[in-house]
Protein backbone atom coordinates (compact mmCIF):
# COMPACT_ATOMS: atom_id res chain seq x y z
CA UNK A 1 0.00 0.00 0.00
CA UNK A 2 1.65 3.06 -0.89
CA UNK A 3 0.24 6.87 -1.77
CA UNK A 4 1.48 6.15 -5.29
CA UNK A 5 2.17 3.77 -7.59
CA UNK A 6 5.65 2.36 -6.27
CA UNK A 7 7.32 0.60 -4.01
CA UNK A 8 10.13 2.68 -2.47
CA UNK A 9 7.80 3.75 0.25
CA UNK A 10 5.04 1.15 0.07
CA UNK A 11 4.54 -1.21 2.81
CA UNK A 12 3.38 -4.73 1.40
CA UNK A 13 1.82 -7.91 2.47
CA UNK A 14 4.36 -10.54 0.43
CA UNK A 15 2.21 -13.80 0.44
CA UNK A 16 2.02 -17.21 -1.59
CA UNK A 17 0.19 -20.55 -1.84
CA UNK A 18 2.17 -22.84 0.77
CA UNK A 19 0.42 -26.25 1.29
CA UNK A 20 2.21 -27.14 4.37
CA UNK A 21 0.96 -24.27 6.63
CA UNK A 22 -2.66 -24.09 8.25
CA UNK A 23 -5.28 -22.67 5.92
CA UNK A 24 -2.43 -22.79 2.67
CA UNK A 25 -0.94 -19.85 2.58
CA UNK A 26 1.95 -17.85 4.08
CA UNK A 27 1.70 -14.21 4.22
CA UNK A 28 4.44 -11.42 6.18
CA UNK A 29 4.24 -8.01 6.25
CA UNK A 30 7.09 -5.75 5.17
CA UNK A 31 7.89 -2.06 5.07
CA UNK A 32 9.49 -0.99 1.80
CA UNK A 33 12.47 1.31 2.07
CA UNK A 34 13.38 0.87 -1.82
CA UNK A 35 12.70 -1.22 -4.46
CA UNK A 36 14.51 -3.98 -3.65
CA UNK A 37 15.37 -3.44 0.25
CA UNK A 38 12.61 -4.76 2.25
CA UNK A 39 12.27 -5.34 6.28
CA UNK A 40 9.54 -7.71 7.73
CA UNK A 41 7.77 -5.41 10.48
CA UNK A 42 7.88 -6.80 13.68
CA UNK A 43 4.53 -7.44 15.18
CA UNK A 44 2.69 -8.38 11.63
CA UNK A 45 -1.61 -6.87 11.00
CA UNK A 46 -1.95 -9.48 8.61
CA UNK A 47 -4.41 -11.97 10.11
CA UNK A 48 -6.85 -14.86 8.91
CA UNK A 49 -4.65 -16.05 5.62
CA UNK A 50 -5.94 -18.64 3.57
CA UNK A 51 -5.01 -19.33 -0.32
CA UNK A 52 -4.79 -22.08 -3.18
CA UNK A 53 -3.57 -22.59 -6.35
CA UNK A 54 -6.43 -24.51 -8.49
CA UNK A 55 -6.55 -24.73 -12.59
CA UNK A 56 -3.54 -22.71 -12.71
CA UNK A 57 -5.43 -19.65 -10.79
CA UNK A 58 -3.59 -18.47 -7.63
CA UNK A 59 -5.65 -17.01 -5.18
CA UNK A 60 -4.42 -15.70 -1.68
CA UNK A 61 -7.12 -14.04 1.06
CA UNK A 62 -5.78 -11.89 4.33
CA UNK A 63 -6.91 -9.12 6.56
CA UNK A 64 -5.64 -6.32 7.35
CA UNK A 65 -6.51 -3.06 9.41
CA UNK A 66 -8.25 -0.16 7.34
CA UNK A 67 -5.64 2.14 9.55
CA UNK A 68 -2.82 0.21 11.34
CA UNK A 69 -0.38 2.50 13.28
CA UNK A 70 2.96 3.13 11.35
CA UNK A 71 1.53 1.92 8.17
CA UNK A 72 -0.50 3.36 5.11
CA UNK A 73 -3.85 3.53 5.98
CA UNK A 74 -6.42 2.44 3.31
CA UNK A 75 -9.08 4.90 2.53
CA UNK A 76 -12.36 4.62 3.46
CA UNK A 77 -13.22 8.20 1.40
CA UNK A 78 -11.94 7.11 -2.14
CA UNK A 79 -8.96 5.21 -3.76
CA UNK A 80 -6.08 3.37 -2.36
CA UNK A 81 -2.98 2.73 -4.52
CA UNK A 82 -2.37 -1.28 -4.41
CA UNK A 83 1.00 -2.54 -6.00
CA UNK A 84 1.45 -6.14 -7.26
CA UNK A 85 3.97 -8.62 -8.30
CA UNK A 86 4.20 -12.08 -9.16
CA UNK A 87 7.24 -14.57 -8.87
CA UNK A 88 7.83 -17.81 -10.60
CA UNK A 89 7.75 -19.28 -7.21
CA UNK A 90 6.70 -19.94 -3.73
CA UNK A 91 7.79 -17.27 -1.41
CA UNK A 92 9.51 -13.98 -1.79
CA UNK A 93 11.41 -14.13 -5.24
CA UNK A 94 12.04 -11.64 -8.57
CA UNK A 95 9.10 -10.71 -10.12
CA UNK A 96 10.21 -9.52 -13.55
CA UNK A 97 7.85 -7.60 -15.54
CA UNK A 98 4.32 -8.99 -13.76
CA UNK A 99 3.98 -6.62 -12.03
CA UNK A 100 1.29 -3.70 -11.60
CA UNK A 101 -0.50 -1.32 -9.85
CA UNK A 102 -4.11 -0.30 -8.97
CA UNK A 103 -6.34 1.98 -7.60
CA UNK A 104 -8.59 0.48 -5.52
CA UNK A 105 -11.97 2.06 -3.58
CA UNK A 106 -12.26 -0.39 -0.81
CA UNK A 107 -15.89 1.12 0.14
CA UNK A 108 -17.46 0.40 -3.33
CA UNK A 109 -15.10 -1.87 -4.71
CA UNK A 110 -14.22 -0.30 -7.84
CA UNK A 111 -10.92 -0.53 -9.60
CA UNK A 112 -9.03 1.38 -11.98
CA UNK A 113 -5.71 0.04 -13.11
CA UNK A 114 -2.69 2.43 -13.05
CA UNK A 115 0.04 2.56 -15.77
CA UNK A 116 3.42 3.52 -14.81
CA UNK A 117 4.64 7.51 -15.66
CA UNK A 118 5.73 7.33 -19.46
CA UNK A 119 7.27 10.41 -19.14
CA UNK A 120 10.00 9.70 -17.04
CA UNK A 121 10.82 6.55 -18.73
CA UNK A 122 11.08 8.48 -21.86
CA UNK A 123 13.42 10.71 -20.72
CA UNK A 124 15.74 7.86 -18.69
CA UNK A 125 15.67 6.47 -22.47
CA UNK A 126 16.51 9.70 -24.14
CA UNK A 127 19.26 10.33 -21.65
CA UNK A 128 21.06 6.32 -21.77
CA UNK A 129 20.73 7.46 -25.52
CA UNK A 130 22.51 10.68 -25.59
CA UNK A 131 25.33 9.52 -22.83
CA UNK A 132 25.90 5.98 -24.71
CA UNK A 133 25.54 6.71 -27.92
CA UNK A 134 26.20 10.31 -28.52
CA UNK A 135 28.88 11.61 -25.54
CA UNK A 136 31.04 8.45 -24.54
CA UNK A 137 31.96 6.56 -27.79
CA UNK A 138 33.11 9.79 -28.84
CA UNK A 139 35.42 10.31 -26.12
CA UNK A 140 38.23 8.37 -27.19
CA UNK A 141 37.15 9.26 -30.89
CA UNK A 142 38.45 12.62 -30.20
CA UNK A 143 41.30 11.58 -28.32
CA UNK A 144 42.85 8.54 -30.48
CA UNK A 145 41.99 10.43 -33.96
CA UNK A 146 42.23 14.57 -33.68
CA UNK A 147 45.20 15.09 -31.43
CA UNK A 148 47.40 17.15 -33.67
CA UNK A 149 47.75 20.47 -34.41
CA UNK A 150 44.69 20.33 -37.76
CA UNK A 151 42.50 19.56 -36.06
CA UNK A 152 42.18 22.29 -33.91
CA UNK A 153 40.26 24.56 -35.74
CA UNK A 154 37.73 21.85 -35.44
CA UNK A 155 36.91 22.43 -31.68
CA UNK A 156 35.65 26.49 -32.11
CA UNK A 157 34.20 25.80 -28.71
CA UNK A 158 37.45 25.55 -26.75
CA UNK A 159 38.92 29.34 -25.78
CA UNK A 160 41.83 30.08 -27.79
CA UNK A 161 43.79 30.84 -25.43
CA UNK A 162 44.38 27.00 -25.10
CA UNK A 163 47.02 25.75 -26.77
CA UNK A 164 46.26 24.32 -30.09
CA UNK A 165 47.51 20.87 -29.58
CA UNK A 166 45.64 20.52 -26.20
CA UNK A 167 41.88 21.31 -27.20
CA UNK A 168 41.42 18.17 -28.32
CA UNK A 169 42.14 16.95 -24.74
CA UNK A 170 39.59 19.58 -23.24
CA UNK A 171 36.82 18.01 -25.52
CA UNK A 172 37.55 14.68 -24.74
CA UNK A 173 37.36 15.55 -21.42
CA UNK A 174 33.90 17.14 -21.23
CA UNK A 175 32.33 14.67 -23.44
CA UNK A 176 33.18 11.74 -20.89
CA UNK A 177 32.67 13.97 -18.30
CA UNK A 178 28.89 14.98 -19.31
CA UNK A 179 28.71 12.00 -20.71
CA UNK A 180 28.82 9.70 -16.97
CA UNK A 181 27.35 12.75 -15.82
CA UNK A 182 23.95 11.92 -17.63
CA UNK A 183 24.60 7.85 -17.52
CA UNK A 184 24.41 8.20 -13.69
CA UNK A 185 21.40 10.45 -13.68
Do not use: C
Not at 128 to 155: C, D, E, N, T
Request: charge should be neutral; aromatic fraction near 10%.
Amino acid sequence: FNTQPLMAGADAVISWVDDSVNGGATAYEYELSAARTADVISGSHVSNVSGSLVGGATTVRWVRPMAPPGLHAISTAGKTTVIWAMGPTKGPSFHGTEMGAAEINFVTGDAVDVAPSSTLLTVHAISMAVAFIGLLPWGPIVARYLKGPGYSRWFVVVPSSVPAGARWFIVHRYMQGIGLLIALA
